[in-house]
């Protein structure tokens, strides 16, 4: 039994890319503390193991392999997307971040930053109002934002000019989340985009993004290298916020409407009873 | 000219890095270098047998070391860039390679979990780290700016900065290495500057 | 010991804010906390000293940059002017800022060449005569240490303070009377090694 936040401790965490697993070396990581070693075999099968042996549950969905070190109490994260057939799931690799896991999925949600941290690509000043939207709570747990709009110069390797792209978000578990962007070709689907947060320790994470993008003529090569290049730009932001761990405590820090989802899924991560990777409401921040 | 190219890859970007300052055009060829490994691929290493990015293809001829890619580009387009009557730019050069190869190398561990001895690199990048900020303080207080003595900016400048900017995200710290935080500011500021993700273009005209 | 209410602290030297940069650095607390600070000058020359954090999202400003007479964050550019009021917010840029959000500013003085500051310091900082201003020199070792073994050396011409960091590291600064940068740096670079190779 550990001490170990039960909420992530039971639950699925990705820890390895299985393109990598399959073109290198076996992958040595951590999560949640706990050393792990993930291996392809000579018949392409993947193998999860912790470095003391103690026994684990793994899975593989996505391109990607997952591990829960706890008991499971639901499978991995359904993305029914995935089972669209002219959407190829891309992974994006395992990208190092050090801070907390709930910074990760918090960034991902925040509108304001587009024009700034990815000016020329996901926004620009001074189109950088964010317009209200809407907020609700998922029947299954985790939070959705809807009606998200922000002009973006280039929001996909595919487009080719400016255009107001229409976006919801999503975050069903406390370390997964995903948006849905209009496609620039074609604009009345979706692209989404997940990112998983791998929580290594309390201040450090693995990010994963996963593509299931529609095609558009741009290769999966391009859609990963534009994804890099963007969660790049957000790696000096995210460590560089101060502290590391996500203050959940109205009034920690200092939102605005345009922080609606971030202060939501603060708030949820609050009524859950989360204690990894964050300064609880009760608990004074540092 | 073609320039076989990884957005991430510190000495690619010094080579966009010096076109963004001479105003060169390049076509960018993008390689899908983790976790794609387009860089052990048969046609790259046709290239360049190394497998090291960035390669310059410039006419007929063909470059595969970054700080050689460096040297040409200014020798043919911006003399003021390689100042060659001055045997400093063979050491400062010298740094740079031996900073791409720490400093540059906890980067990639930090970023890419590439597997590397993540202590050494950093033990080594420090060392560097502090040398540099040593000299860079007392070439400002001589009223210098760049890494060399004279009022431009060199390919040595270039050559350093690509691992000194973004080394905070490799887990290495320029909070006390304040000659640097300003270098890297003239550095950004100076006309025709292009960005990498981790190193921020300056906001002020954006 | 490291840093005392009270007291004044040299943070910064002059030369290291020059106009349109934000200098960054750190005093390590009695409370153990670490308080980060981010140094710049509004465009009358006047020095700011602010904690290095955006009260937004905690961002440290000392990534952001100087833009005119404000500093503008670099997470989602609020701008904030000389004193810490937050003037814009670009997402909402029709909304009046509230008087609440401003960035914590820390007291300053400047003298001889130095920027000084401090948790409610009493009176003016230490006078610590004429000279150039050395180049700062930080020890991985903890400001007690440091204190004892400055007062052991044989330092002619140099008038030193201790910037605590943390609980482990130590800034030197100081004045080196007669301008000879070059000798005091080589100096306190010996200290250093002498210092750190103990540890
Ligand atoms: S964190 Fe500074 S503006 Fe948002
Ligand atoms: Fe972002």
């Not at chain 1, 997940?194 to 391009?222: K, M, R, W, Y």
């Not at chain 1, 939102?255 to 964050?278: E, H």
């Not at chain 2, 040398?131 to 004279?150: I, N, P, S, T, Y």
Request: with cysteine.
């Amino acid at each position: 039994m550990s001490t170990i936040d039960p909420i992530l401790w039971n639950d699925w965490h990705p820890v390895a890319e299985t393109c990598t697993l399959l073109s290198g070396p076996p992958v040595e990581t951590v999560l949640l503390g706990v050393p792990l070693v993930i291996a392809a075999d000579a018949d392409g099968a993947f193998h999860a193991r912790r470095t003391d042996d103690v026994p684990l549950h793994q899975d593989e969905r996505y391109g990607l392999v997952w591990v829960c070190l706890g008991t499971p109490e639901r499978p991995v994260l359904a993305i029914p997307e995935a089972d669209e057939p002219d959407r190829p799931a891309v992974t994006v690799g395992s990208i190092r971040v050090q801070t907390a896991g709930p910074r990760v999925i918090e960034n991902f949600l925040d509108l304001g930053h587009l024009g700034y941290v990815h000016a020329r690509y996901l926004g620009d000043d001074p189109h950088t109002q964010v317009l209200p939207y809407k907020v609700d709570a998922l029947p299954e747990g985790g939070i959705i934002a809807t009606g998200c709009k922000m002009f973006q110069p280039q929001a996909s390797p595919a487009a080719t000019e400016g255009f107001m792209v229409d976006y919801v978000y999503k975050v069903e578990r406390p370390l997964a989340t995903c948006l849905y962007k209009a496609n620039p070709v074609h604009r009345d689907r979706f692209d989404v985009i997940f990112l998983f947060a791998q929580p290594v320790s309390e201040e450090e994470s693995i990010a994963h993004p996963l593509l299931l993008c529609l095609p558009d003529g741009t290769t999966a090569a391009d859609l990963r290298t534009f994804q890099q290049l963007i969660f790049m730009q957000d790696k000096p932001i995210l460590e560089n916020q101060v502290p590391k761990r996500l203050p959940l405590a109205d009034g920690a820090e200092l939102p605005i409407a345009a922080d609606k989802s971030s202060v939501a899924y603060r708030r949820w991560l609050s009524k859950i009873g989360m204690t990894y990777g964050v300064i609880p409401a009760q608990a004074r921040a540092a | 000219m073609i320039l076989y190219d990884a957005h991430h890859v510190a000495p690619a970007y010094a080579v966009r890095l010096l076109a963004g300052f001479l105003g060169l055009p390049l076509e960018l060829q993008g390689m899908d270098v983790y976790p794609g490994h387009d860089d052990r691929s048969d046609e790259f290493l046709a290239l360049n047998p190394l497998g090291t990015l960035p390669v310059l293809v410039d006419g007929d001829t063909v470059f595969t070391d970054w700080q050689e890619i460096l040297a040409h580009l200014a020798l043919a387009h911006g003399p003021d860039w390689y100042p060659a009557t001055d045997p400093a730019l063979v050491g400062w050069l010298g740094i740079a390679r031996d900073l791409a190869a720490s400093a540059g190398a906890a980067r990639l561990m930090q970023t890419f979990c590439v597997p590397g001895d993540l202590a050494e690199a950093k033990a080594q990048a420090e060392r560097l780290l502090d040398e540099v900020e040593r000299r860079m303080w007392f070439a400002e207080r001589a009223g210098h700016g760049w890494l060399l003595a004279g009022t431009h900016p060199t390919i040595a400048d270039i050559a350093a900065f690509v691992s000194i900017a973004p080394c905070e995200d490799g887990g290495l710290s320029l909070r006390d290495r304040p000659a640097l935080r300003r270098w890297c500011d003239r550095v950004r500021f100076h006309p025709g500057f292009v960005p990498m993700s981790g190193v921020f273009p300056p906001m002020a005209n954006t | 010991m490291t840093m005392v209410p009270g007291n004044w602290y040299a943070v910064a030297a002059e030369h290291d804010v020059p106009a349109g940069h934000i200098y960054r650095t750190a005093l390590g607390g009695n409370d153990q906390a670490i308080r980060e600070l981010a140094i710049w000058r509004a465009s009358d020359g006047a020095v700011q000293v602010w904690e290095d954090r955006c009260p937004h999202r905690g961002v440290r400003f000392s990534l952001g940059e100087v833009v005119g007479d404000e500093l503008r964050c670099q997470y989602h550019a609020w701008r904030f002017a000389k004193g810490g009021a937050c003037t814009f917010i670009p997402a909402q840029p029709d909304m009046k800022v509230p008087g609440s959000i401003h960035a914590k500013a820390w007291p300053v003085a400047v003298s001889a060449g130095l920027i000084w500051t401090g948790v409610d310091p009493v009176g003016e900082p230490p006078v610590l005569g004429e000279g150039a201003a050395i180049r700062a020199v930080p020890v991985a070792r903890p400001l007690a240490e440091v204190e004892t073994a400055l007062a052991q050396a044989d330092l002619p011409g140099l008038a030193l303070t201790l910037q605590p960091l943390g609980d482990t590291e130590t800034i030197v600064r100081g004045l080196v009377a007669n301008g000879d940068c070059a000798a005091a740096d080589r100096a306190l670079a010996a200290l250093r090694r002498q210092l750190e190779c103990v540890a």
